[in-house]
């Protein structure tokens, strides 16, 4: 794959560099009307702008920067099947027939963006197959029953356990215990998707519009949306900033946390030393509660995630931030150089389930993926297209959750993230 020297406004990423087509398009000037206005050119956003231009509505968009700009050109391009949460715990939570529903989505979601991929021919590196991999004995128990579950009470036949020697034929550390092997789920390069959503979305109708924040909008439909330079009239109104909405929509900001988390790319790695740290090609992810996840690129580079913060600041050396992590799993890579390392902002939720749903009569929303984002928001997306549209039946499991708000609002919700994942990171380093 071509690497890039023009990077233009995108951070200085691995995704940035060997971008297909960073297509650049306007700034809003003037007034204009559409049927729909979109806030947010992340995966809910396009994904909602496409499914919305294919049934004849009349769509704007509105960016605050570049398409794919934020976390959906940022991740670890994962596409796992499930929810953030396990299938135990959804059941624990809302009972075994919504845990099913909730099973069978996140199928439906993971089909949606192979089916986007085969159908716009998106050039994205698709890969098939996630591996997880047991950090803690306790995590391999978990493994193995979730994999017998899977198969005895959801039917799903794409996933087996894996004994410890074969892990380490598999991924060569030492690091780890059992695993499950996936074979549903896919892996990507999420900026090429993204980019290739957009363009799938213009040729469809949309209009799409960069370099334009939204400063507000009026309180009830018909929308009047602002932006410094220009305003958008339309009827529907869908907010699709997750992690960036700040202070564009009090009621919903307490609902979620900005998060940042940080990724490295490193040199193109050579055949034999590619094959040796993942064998199988598979995307993979250990079972901490600050995951550590990695996959190779197109060009058999390592893109290795690993820590998190909780400030409004990136550390000042990403590479090395992330480094550590990736040596305590590959010290076979000591002397592998680093030629990218980024970072991104996410949002969780409390119950780390996606929080989807209608404010007031045309108002729709979606946020807090809580690092399930490429499947999840894709889907949410066509969710809230299909339900202007008259078709809720997916829509409704997901707005019908319980949505939880972080103790404190945004005032107090920082303190309290700090608190609990210092315990959870106690835990990942000294729990059994």
Known sequence: MKVMNRLDEHTESYYAATANDLQEYPC????????????????????SALHLAERGYRVVLLEANRIGWGASGRN?????????????????????????????????????????????????DLKRGIMHLAAKSSHDKYLQD????????????????????????????????????????????????????????????????ECSGVQGYSSSSPFTVKTARGKVKAEKLILACNGYLKDLEPRLAGHIMPINNFVLATEPLPEGLAREIIANDFALQDTL??????KLSG?????????????????????????????RVYPQLENTAVDFGWGGTLAITMNRMP???????????????SGHGVPTATFAGKLLADAIYGESEGYNV??????????????????????????HSLLDRFGS
């Open 299 to 327: 060009d058999n580079r390592l893109i290795f995630g690993g820590g998190e913060n909780y400030t409004r600041r990136f550390p000042k050396d990403i590479r090395s931030f992330v480094r550590k992590y990736m040596l």
């Open 355 to 369: 929080c989807i749903g209608q404010l007031q009569s045309g108002l729709y929303y979606s946020q807090g993926y």
């Open 76 to 124: 670890g391009g994962h596409v796992g099947v499930g929810q953030r949460r396990s299938q135990g715990d959804l059941e624990a939570m809302f009972g075994f027939d919504t845990a099913k529903q909730l099973w069978d989505l996140s199928i439906n979601a993971v089909q949606l963006v192979e089916s986007l991929i085969v159908r716009h021919q998106i050039q994205c």
């Open 146 to 209: 979730e994999t017998e579950e899977l198969r005895d009470k959801y039917d799903y036949r794409q996933v087996e356990y894996i004994e410890k020697e074969e892990v380490r034929e598999l991924v060569s550390s030492k690091r780890y215990l059992g695993a499950q092997l996936d074979f549903g789920s896919l892996h990507l390069h999420p900026l090429n998707f993204a980019l290739g959503l957009a363009r799938a979305a213009v040729s469809a109708g949309a209009r799409f519009f």
């Open 28 to 47: 809003l000037e003037g007034n204009v009307e559409a049927d729909v206005c979109v806030i947010g050119g992340g995966y809910t956003g396009l994904s």
């Open 398 to 423: 997901f707005s019908s959750l319980p949505k939880v708000e972080f103790p404190g609002g945004t005032l107090l919700r920082w303190p309290g993230l700090v608190l609990g994942m210092l315990y």
């Open 289 to 294: 509660f600050v995951i550590n996840y990695w």
